[in-house]
């Protein structure tokens, strides 16, 4: 046993082993079985190796010495098959006609023209080239330097990082393996010792790490344990084949290394490959969890949507005949009557007013809010909004104002009549009903400087604590002290109205100096025209 030989009997090993578990994680795949292939003629050309430099006689060395040949011969062009499927390069009969030109030289190694026959050299049977030897180590550049065009060609080509990596690595890992195989040709050629031929087994080592880590993990996983267990066997091998008393112990105490180091190593490889898996796994059930979560949030928004409009209907028809028995429509009422048809209209309002709220939520959190945009005039809508609450104001007994700044200003803006009017409802609405007794003011004046219509709601109530104001536009935000003033509220009013001006490109705030100080709502509009 000699260093050749033990590392001849490793690359045979894992060679095919890796080959193999490459070939499991998916039979059909061209790519894995070409080079399950090449991996076979690895095996082989190891085996003849390994058979050469163990041989004991020359004649049984030029035994081995065919294999190791004619599976050599064969090794560029079925790489080069492997190298096309991986890049996706169609070239049939440039492959064919490569297999052709290969089995030609497989037959013509048997002749003298190839070896002479085999001679010792570096302690074991070497090669004795013919005299048209030089034409094989020709023919197995000019394949690798085919093979590496076409790496380059699809590496230049492709955009996706992740197949350069791979292409990258596999490139790196092929020119140590050929690069060390080639240094097999040395002595025939230069009379120089093999020394490349160890870079064969590191080839494998970058293979697995290059294709794997990319691809295959449980395949990395199978090629460290095989690649262990197969040092560990040589290593045996070698204690069982030791004469001497001191160089048995030399062995033993190697082999306690090699396996020391195999066990880490499968050990190292394995946790690293199961750690993967399992983030893997988490996170594709994250992704699964996400996605069901997102599919029934929008299967509840579909659902309060449709709830909330089949609501409406019987809502309307509620107010309609209230309203109308209310103006006497229906004939005469006792005051009891009329008190408690006033509350069913005043309940049904605010029932419509709720599920309203409900249905515009609903449609922002499907994005199906529409906007009807037009050219509006803003003091007329709100002084149109004012005379509809009207009723309204007068029953809250506060000193209720409007004024608009008069200097001739147009005052169109671009926005959806319905909607605007719907919030400055719902603000004006809001300051009557978080201010028990005194006034709200609205205005409406131009700001110069900013070169916007601001509208300004400003209120004696309850006002609003500083912590609350950040939190005020947000779904569901009511502050303690509205449950006091008024229950009724959901504390959606204000989120549907700054998602509607922001869907103008306005802007909306809130100030106030604390609880009981009153407060203020501040909407910026942009004008329709320059002022
Ligand atoms: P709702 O009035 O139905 O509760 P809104 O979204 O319209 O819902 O208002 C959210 C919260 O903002 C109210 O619960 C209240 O705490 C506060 N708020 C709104 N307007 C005023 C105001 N004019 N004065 C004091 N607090 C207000």
Redesign the pocket.
């Known amino acids: 046993m000699n260093l050749f030989s033990i590392t001849s009997l490793i690359i045979f090993l894992s060679s095919i082993g890796f080959g193999l578990s490459v070939y499991a994680t998916d039979r059909k795949s061209k790519t894995n079985r070409r080079w399950l292939a090449f991996s076979a003629l690895i095996s082989l050309w190891s085996l003849g190796l390994f058979g050469v430099t163990s041989a004991s006689d020359a004649l049984s060395a030029l035994r081995w010495q065919y294999l190791l040949d004619v599976s050599a011969i064969f090794m560029p062009v079925v790489y080069f098959g492997f190298v096309s499927e991986l890049v996706k390069v169609k070239n049939f009969y440039w492959r064919a006609g490569s297999y052709v030109l290969a089995a030609i030289l497989a037959v013509f190694s048997f002749t003298p023209y190839f070896k002479t026959g085999m001679i010792s050299r570096y302690s074991f049977y070497w090669i004795e080239p013919g005299s048209l030897y030089i034409v094989f180590p020709i023919f197995f550049v000019a394949y690798i330097i085919a093979c590496l065009v076409l790496y380059i060609r699809a590496y230049v080509k492709s955009t996706d990082r992740m197949f350069r990596a791979q292409i990258r690595n596999i490139f790196l890992a092929s020119l140590i393996g050929f690069g060390g195989g080639i240094t097999n040709f040395l002595p025939q050629i230069i009379n120089a010792y093999p020394f490349g031929n160890y870079f064969v087994l590191l080839y494998l080592f970058f293979m697995s790490y290059g294709v794997l880590k990319y691809k295959l993990l449980s395949a990395k996983m199978i090629s460290a344990q095989l690649f262990a267990g197969a040092t560990v066997l040589v290593f045996l091998f070698n204690l069982l084949q030791a004469g001497t008393m001191q160089a048995r112990a030399i062995d033993f105490l190697l082999l306690i290394l090699v396996v020391l180091f195999s066990v880490l190593l499968v050990r190292g490889v394995y946790k690293e490959v199961s750690q993967r898996e399992k983030i893997q796994k988490l996170a594709t059930d994250l992704q699964k969890a996400n996605d069901r979560l997102t599919e029934l949030d929008r299967e509840k928004s579909e659902f309060v949507s449709f709830a909330t409009h089949q609501l409406r209907s019987p809502l309307t028809a509620m107010k309609g005949y209230a309203s109308m028995i209310l103006d006497g429509d229906m004939g005469e009422m006792s005051k009891d009557v009329k008190q408690g048809v006033s509350r069913i209209y005043d309940s049904s309002n605010t029932l419509m007013n709720i599920v309203n709220?409900y249905l515009n939520i609903t449609r922002i959190e499907l994005g199906s809010m529409k906007y009807a945009f037009e050219t509006i005039d803003l003091k007329t809508l709100i002084e149109d909004t004012i005379a509809e609450l009207k009723p309204n104001i007068e029953k809250s007994g506060l000193a209720f104002s409007f004024k608009a700044e008069d200097r001739g200003i147009d005052w169109r803006v671009t926005a959806d009549r319905d909607k605007l009017k719907q919030v400055i409802a719902?603000?004006i609405?809001?300051?009557m009903?978080?201010?028990p007794s005194g006034s709200v003011a609205v205005t409406l004046c131009f700001d110069r400087a900013d070169h916007k219509f601001v509208v300004t709601?400003k209120?004696t109530?309850?006002?609003?604590a500083r912590e609350?104001l950040p939190h005020?536009?947000q779904k569901w935000?009511?502050?303690g002290?509205?449950?006091k003033t008024?229950i009724?509220?959901?504390?959606?009013?204000?989120?549907?109205?700054k998602e509607m001006i922001n869907a103008h490109n306005g802007t909306i705030r809130?100030e106030?100096d604390g609880e009981g100080k009153?407060?203020t709502?501040i909407v910026e509009l942009e004008p329709f025209g320059k002022i």
């Open positions: 709220d719902n603000l609405d809001n300051s009903k978080y201010t709601l209120d109530g309850i006002g609003i609350v005020l536009f935000s009511r502050a002290n509205a449950n008024n009724k509220g959901t504390g959606l009013g204000l989120f549907v109205a809130a106030s009153g407060s709502f």
